[in-house]
T-cell receptor, first 113, second 113 residues
C-alpha cells in the first residue's frame, strides 16, 4: 500500500542554520512527490514537486529536495533557515493526475533566534 | 487572483447533528478536492471532482459523508450524522486540471462534542 513516512515529528533549528527534513515513501507505481508547507491557520502551499528528470528539484522560498530512488527518499533541504520558515511541513506522494494523494504526518519546524 | 474560499471557518456541533461545508475554488479550476486533516496527521483525500463528476471517492465514508459539485464550480461537503471522530479540519483545494498544482483553502475546523 502507498504510504509516506516523515520520521521527525518536531525539529528545532537556529536561524541561519541549515535544514533537512526527511521523507520516505512506499509506492507501487512511479511516484510523483511533493512537499507542502502549512502555517498556523493557513491552507497548504506547494513548495516543490518531482515528476521526472533531474533528481534535485528547486522550489520556492529557497527550498530544494532530492529524489533518491534507491533509498525511497525525498528529503527537503534549505541552506539557511529564516524565522519565517517556522511551520508544519508535509511530504506527499501521488499519481500524475493527483489521484491517490497520500500525505505524511508532517514535521513541525521551530526556528530559534 | 482570488484563492480558494471556504466557509464557515469554524463550526461546533453536537454528535449526531448534521453539518455542511462550502467551497468556492479558484475561477477556471476544473478539479476540486476535499481533504480531512485530523489533529497531528497529514491531510487525507476524501473526494476528487473533475468538473461535476467524481474522479475518486475511495476514502469517503459514504454512510455519513456526501459531497456534490452540481454546476462544476462550488462544492458542498456534508456529514450526517456527525461522530466525535469527525472532529478535524476540512480542507478544500482546486487545480486547473487533474495533473496541475493544487491550491488549498484555509480550511474549516469542525469540533464535534
Amino acid at each position: 500500500a502507498q504510504s509516506v513516512t516523515q520520521p521527525d515529528i518536531h525539529i528545532t533549528v537556529s536561524e541561519g542554520a541549515s535544514l533537512e527534513l526527511r521523507c520516505n515513501y512506499s509506492y507501487g507505481a512511479t511516484p510523483y512527490l511533493f512537499w507542502y508547507v502549512q502555517s498556523p491557520g493557513q491552507g497548504l502551499q506547494l513548495l516543490l514537486k518531482y515528476f521526472s528528470g533531474d533528481t534535485l528539484v528547486q522550489g520556492i522560498k529557497g527550498f530544494e529536495a532530492e529524489f533518491k530512488r534507491s533509498q525511497s527518499s525525498f528529503n527537503l533541504r534549505k541552506p539557511s533557515v529564516h524565522w519565517s520558515d517556522a511551520a508544519e511541513y508535509f511530504c506527499a506522494v501521488g499519481q500524475y493526475n493527483n489521484n491517490d494523494m497520500r500525505f505524511g504526518a508532517g514535521t513541525r519546524l521551530t526556528v530559534k533566534p | 487572483e482570488a484563492g480558494v474560499a471556504q466557509s464557515p471557518r469554524y463550526k461546533i456541533i453536537e454528535k449526531r447533528q448534521s453539518v455542511a461545508f462550502w467551497c468556492n475554488p479558484i475561477s477556471g479550476h476544473a478539479t476540486l478536492y476535499w481533504y480531512q486533516q485530523i489533529l497531528g496527521q497529514g491531510p487525507k483525500l476524501l473526494i476528487q471532482f473533475q468538473n461535476n463528476g467524481v474522479v475518486d471517492d475511495s476514502q469517503l465514508p459514504k454512510d455519513r459523508f456526501s459531497a456534490e459539485r452540481l454546476k462544476g464550480v462550488d462544492s458542498t461537503l456534508k456529514i450526517q450524522p456527525a461522530k466525535l471522530e469527525d472532529s478535524a479540519v476540512y480542507l478544500c483545494a482546486s487545480s486547473k486540471v487533474l495533473s496541475d498544482t493544487q491550491y488549498f483553502g484555509p480550511g474549516t475546523r469542525l469540533t464535534v462534542l
